[in-house]
RNA sequence: CGCGGGGUAGAGCAGUCCGGUAGCUUGCCAGGCUCAUAACCUGGAGGUCAUGUGGUUCAAAUCCCAUCCCCGCAA
């Protein structure tokens, strides 16, 4: 079969490696436009990009479909089937319709539940138990197009937004494969469903007012990337720490949330606490609480600066 | 040449501004104490202070120069 790849980051790099063992023709790579990146901003190439390089398919990274060109090269491609993983641009219907059974997406969760952008980290983040990978033939719309197939795969309690990504990305391009085998008769997706919210500035930093079950599970879902930051002492990129994984300590306090109720860093929550595992501070590697304490005092009524003291600058 | 932090004992850090005995916490080893502990006490080992037989100096972890490596931001 004559399949069009178009993908970018990591997650999508198991179901284009999967493509290129079984046997399928690949006769297109598309994929995000490298840039400047990284410290010394020399230009990076998506993993998907590089992929593709080593098994010398034909790498296409345009801009935009919006201009006919591009379009016209897509269709002169006469593919069978379009296969999207985390491409980051939107499609235009012109190009769903081109290959010869249309545009197939891998998503990251079971929809409708959790349509959109980060679909990983909203589901950590809401505390759910399930979640899964769904095939789907894509449409217009986003995320609602008519299924194909899914899987399921359980949230273990303490199981971090990397590891979800991780066995996520891999399930999916498995399911892939079996539903291209398959060849299933899609499923009309109900028309109500969840939005998985972009990732915004506001999600980068910690909400210490919720409950401690909460805070734990938007640190979970934040794990390893993009991470949850709060400051030590004051608003400063040298203050800055990254918290990735936290312990739910049942006990009350009428503490102001976000300050510390002992010095082995126990933080009080909008309800209950947590004791700060790993974490990680500006410029270092990522270290334990224990190691952290060898080198720093944090002394019981320190106030770890959260969201609520942070005022995000406006991103025009 | 985007901005910034860093490399000192196994680990985490201080000391560097202002040159003059290599320090702290923890871990490790040995011994003691305790019904007991992430408890306490005593003793001990463990370092080319990233690299350069680089420059300055009576003297460099510290000042100057060059190089390598790690990381945060940003994208």
Known sequence: MKIVFMGTPDFAVPALQKLIDSGHQIVAVYTKEPKPAGQHL????????????????????????????????????DADLGVVCAYGLILPQVILDAPKMGCWNIHASLLPRWRGAAPIQRAIEAGDIQTGITIMKMDAGIDTGDILSQEKVDITPNMTGGQLHD?????????????????????????????????????????WNMSADQVCNAIRAFAPYPGKR????????????????????????????????????????????????????????????????NGTVVAKGTYLLGLDAIKIPKTP
């Not at 892939?176 to 009309?188: D, G, M, R, S």
């Not at 400051?231 to 990735?244: E, G, R």
């Not at 009080?268 to 190691?291: F, M, P, T, W």
Request: hydrophobic fraction near 35%; aromatic fraction near 8%.
């Open 167 to 207: 066995i996520l990305s891999t399930m999916g391009a498995d399911l892939l494969l079996q539903t291209i085998e398959a060849q299933p008769a899609p499923i009309k997706q109900p028309e109500e469903g969840i939005y998985a919210k972009k990732l915004s500035d506001e999600d980068m930093f910690l909400d």
């Open 230 to 293: 709060v400051y030590l002492d004051k608003i400063d990129s040298q203050n800055q720490i990254k918290i990735y994984c936290v312990e739910v300590v049942d006990i009350s306090h009428n503490t102001k949330p976000g300050t510390a109720i002992d010095d082995k860093l126990l933080i009080a929550c909008g309800k209950n606490a947590v004791r700060i595992q790993e974490l990680q501070r500006s410029g270092k590697a990522k270290q334990s609480a224990h190691d952290f304490l």
């Open 42 to 77: 020399c230009m990076k190439y998506s993993p998907v990009y590089q992929l593709a390089e080593k098994n010398n398919l034909p790498i296409y990274t345009p801009k935009t479909f919006k201009n006919p060109e591009a379009v016209e090269a897509f269709q002169n491609l």
